[in-house]
């Protein structure tokens, strides 16, 4: 156990100095540091609970998606009915669900088919949840009843949230910040947390607001004003500007074309006002549809609607077929900056309402690393005081393993850009502790052997051989634990769980395979015939 080939040698010391150099790069100054290759810039990142930032916790308006559905199922009915030329009236939504009621009785058969393929299975396209997401049942005098199912609201709520991280995350990145950390919480939540970001505002304006875009054409068959004074047509509804005051503009419920088909979006001034304006460009099928409308609809003005919300209504002087165009509305230079972000990111799939935020100040993320690194250094030197007074010069050694374990620990961290929270700081000095358990196990079995009157060599050739197993066997299920841990976990617990893992294996290589080499010069060096323990 305490021979060692050249290889042996250069792999173990080789492993130990790399992985400790990889933490260089964390006390360097910034300056030093963006001037080294970009594969030796790779740093921890401070938490939020380190370095201040903002806490959002949004939910998904499930209403919305309750809403939305119903509204589609209804055009869904409307275009079923009439390609299938069958007579209807009625046409509502209930809460839950459309009715309709059909002309004549002898089209329920055909009515009852043709509506049934509207539903589609829960859990994709082979229904692994079981189920449809609507029900299709004959209510009694001529009426059917279209029900939305829950499983079918559960599926759509799951793929709204989702969607929605992705965009969320899209959205954050856009602002510059430094690893955000964006996930599902529960069923219906997604959990934003931007460290250094101090002025929660932007973000949570940018979080806020789900961005569908439409470009629609407006309805000149009577003015706003009569519009709200009696009704407006069927095919069109009222909608208000964002101007201050608002003003009213009756606007046809057709989508000429829709945000899904923007490709990019960005900033700009225009050149005649030098105005800030939001240029965009569509892909191939959006900018064919859009060339066709403004073709088709010279001097009628169109509508630019963002979430419902009139920005302009140009009028359409010529045909405009480039497939691209710009946005105007007494926009600030900020405003135009965050729309071109929100239409880059895409429309959130339904309105994300804020449950929770918080902002932890960067003092207050000061105070927390002074108190995790005092918690560090009390439990450190308390342990290498301990260690060298009960073992001596075996406890030197020991000591000297344990600070490259810590050194490994934060140059892995480093290596993953892993992001040290204050529970991770927790896990480190947890570590610290654990680290010395191994070697007690090692110095207690080579104590023991060396009072049955084996020689020093043979003593401690058999305490490393006969801990081995019980070291492996206590990290193997504490490294189980922290895995479970990391998988299960959400925020200050994965934090925990990663140093705490990362630490067990670490240091079953320093506790066994380190101090064993150092262990072995030592006895190679002093030939000893006593044990110094």
């Given amino acids: 156990m305490l021979h060692f080939t050249r290889w042996q040698i250069a792999a173990t010391l080789l492993v130990s100095i790399l992985f400790c150099a990889l933490l260089i790069p964390n006390i360097l100054p910034p300056h030093v540091l963006q001037s080294l290759p970009s594969f030796m810039q790779r740093t921890m990142t401070l938490g939020l609970d380190l370095q201040g930032g903002s ?17 589609n199922l209804r055009d869904d009915v409307r275009r079923v009915l009439r390609d299938a030329r069958i007579g209807y009236s ?8 459309v009715q309709v009621r059909l002309r004549e009785a002898k089209d329920m058969p055909e009515a009852l088919r043709k509506l049934r393929e509207i539903a589609a299975p829960v859990g994709g396209l082979f229904g692994a949840q079981g189920g449809a997401d609507v029900e299709v049942a004959e209510a009694g005098d001529n009426v059917i009843r279209l029900t939305l199912t829950e499983p079918g609201l559960n599926d759509r709520v799951r ?10 995350r899209r959205r954050v990145d856009e602002l510059g910040t430094v690893e955000p950390l964006i996930q599902r919480q529960g069923a219906d939540r997604v959990l934003v947390q931007v460290p250094g970001l101090q002025d929660p505002g932007r973000l949570k304006e940018l979080l806020g607001k789900t961005a569908q875009l439409t470009f629609r054409m407006v309805d000149m068959s009577m003015s706003a004003q009569q519009a709200i004074e009696t009704r407006p047509p069927p095919e069109s509804e009222v909608l208000m500007s964002s101007d201050q ?27 005649r006002t030098n105005e800030p304006i939001v240029t965009f460009r569509f892909n191939n099928n959006g900018a064919r549809r859009f060339g066709q409308a403004t073709q088709q609809n010279v001097g009628r003005p169109f509508a630019i609607v963002l979430d419902n919300e009139v920005i302009s209504a140009p009028v359409i002087r010529e045909p405009i077929l480039g497939g691209s165009g710009q946005i105007s509305g007494n926009f600030t230079v900020q405003q135009a900056n965050d729309l071109a972000i929100l239409l880059r990111a895409g429309a959130l799939p339904a309105p994300l309402n804020i ?7 960067a003092g207050l993320g000061q105070d927390s690393i002074e108190a995790g690194k005092l918690a560090a250094y009390v439990g450190t030197a308390l342990v290498v005081v301990f260690m060298f007074a009960t073992y001596g010069f075996f406890g030197l050694i020991a000591n000297i393993a344990v600070f490259v ?25 947890l570590t610290v502790g654990m680290a010395v358990d191994s070697n007690v196990v090692i110095f207690e079995r080579i104590r023991e052997e060396f009072r049955n009157g084996r020689s020093a060599l043979a003593s401690v050739d058999s305490g490393f051989k006969e801990a081995l197993r019980t070291i492996v066997d206590a990290n193997i299920t504490s490294l189980i634990a922290g895995l479970i841990l990391f998988y299960i976990g959400t925020g200050p617990v994965r934090g925990f769980a990663l140093t705490l893992s990362i630490g067990i294996i670490t240091t079953m290589f320093t506790a066994y395979t380190l101090t064993r080499l150092m262990v072995a010069a030592w006895i190679w060096w002093a030939r000893p015939t006593h044990i110094p323990i």
């Fill in 55 to 71: 806490y959002i916790l949004l939910e998904v308006d499930t209403n919305a998606i309750r809403t939305e559905r119903a509204n």
């Fill in 90 to 97: 009625n046409l509502t939504i209930q809460n839950a669900a």
């Fill in 159 to 168: 793929q709204a949230v989702t969607q929605s991280i992705e965009i969320v």
């Fill in 245 to 271: 005051p608002p003003v009213p503009y009756l606007i046809e419920r057709r989508v000429v074309v829709s945000g899904e088909d923007l490709v990019d979006a960005q900033p700009g001034f225009d050149q």
């Fill in 355 to 361: 449950v929770e935020e918080r902002t932890v100040g």
């Fill in 405 to 429: 374990n810590v050194g490994m620990i934060f140059g892995t961290l480093s290596l993953l850009q892993a992001t040290l929270t204050l529970p991770g700081i927790a896990g480190i000095v």
